[in-house]
């Protein structure tokens, strides 16, 4: 409960906010999804110096009367054409010399989606232009601007030790998918091999049966799956 | 790799920084332990306006030429006299209004510390004045200042989910442990009474036994234990 009193509406009159030299403050954002069996995360080509040329996270200053999310939805909106995408904060990164115009401090969010949802969330049709393999930007040769690429490693880590103790690989997934795919996708994130029938253990609890199977491809016939949000990570 | 050639230096030199009306940046802290059964977060009482008088997480502005994490350094040993402590980043908080002198984003750092070391850590030899009971601080009638009650409970939150998956209990122990004072700890950050046997095996490989016994009290002896560091969590 605030308490207002007149010396303290007078203290505010006369706060002078100006008093210390202040940072500015961006939001980046990784969105990454798995195309072609690969983990690919969204970044654009910088237009501008410094580091122009350079390929860079979708970020955005903070406006001053704006939220985090509110820049973030704008940033991306702006810088990728994409809307309605769902981020989570990932961390905040302060090193006093991250950015050569001055000192930036930047909030960084992640987002993690299907292919099939990224496309149909893609206003501007350029999406898949934009979509990077994470191994090539981490390469040591790949021009990336800023500290962005160790926010990219820190990111891959997160899904990496997340996939193991909570569902989220099943952001990856399309809304029916078949066991094998699944179990595609979690070596993806997870950057091993897995054994069949210890990956089926763990996440039977996770999925649940359609009465449908796929079709059209040279393969027989698999039955397809469907998240079961009531379920446990075992 | 960053380019710099004279273009981007010109760019540079020019660029002015002031451009933009910026935010401030903040860091607040959250120290948390367990003391007579009951956990407890360190917090300072505001001397000045807005919120002079109520409780407060400690917490400072974060210098021009400083980091987030030196930033939290300064501020732990001014408002508390603490040192040496380990923080990990918790969230940024960037809400437009969250500060009724101007525009704040603070990013919040959280630790959990045992009460032996707590005390070990104290210089000033006055924490024990600052520590409160997270209960009542949530309760709807303590006078907190700014949103530091939405900040304790989103870290009171994440606790109790980290608990389930990882060993972060382990924190709040000192270095030599009975498994019925481990179990009360885990019940506290759970806030919900464990099953004896379910609790051992859950726990059992995160702990080895010593060949030492506690003594001194009323009780007959019990075996000591220490964190097994090697140990996953079940």
Chains 1, 2 share one sequence.
């Not at 195309?35 to 970044?43: I, Q, R, S």
């Not at 302060?94 to 990224?118: C, E, F, T, W």
């Not at 079709?215 to 027989?220: I, M, T, W």
């Amino acid at each position: 409960m605030k308490k207002t009193n007149l010396e303290e509406k007078e203290f505010l009159q006369k706060y002078d906010s100006s008093m210390f030299e202040k940072p500015s403050v961006a939001v980046d954002v990784l969105i990454f999804t798995i195309e072609d069996d690969t983990l690919k995360v969204v970044m654009v080509e910088r237009e501008e110096f410094p580091y122009k040329g350079c390929l860079a996270l979708p970020g955005v200053f903070v406006g001053i009367e704006e939220s985090l999310e509110e820049a973030v939805k704008r940033g991306v909106k702006v810088e990728t054409g994409l809307t309605d995408i769902y981020f989570e904060q990932l961390y905040t990164w302060g090193d006093v010399r991250r950015d050569p115009r001055m000192r930036i401090i930047s909030v960084s969010y992640m987002a993690l989606v299907s292919k099939d949802q990224l496309y149909a969330k893609d206003a501007g049709g350029d999406i898949g232009r934009l979509l990077h393999p994470v191994e090539e930007v981490l390469q040591k040769d790949c021009e990336v601007a800023f500290d962005h690429k160790k926010i990219i490693e820190y990111a891959r880590e997160r899904i990496k030790n997340k996939v193991e103790y909570s569902d989220i690989a099943f952001n990856f997934m399309s809304e029916k998918f078949t066991l094998p795919k699944l179990q595609k996708v979690y070596e993806i994130l997870l950057d091993k091999e897995l054994y069949k029938a210890n990956f089926r253990k763990k996440i039977s609890n996770m999925v649940a049966e359609t009465e449908e199977y796929t079709s059209g491809d040279a393969y027989r016939p698999s039955k397809l799956y469907v998240r079961n949000s009531e379920g446990d990570c075992k």
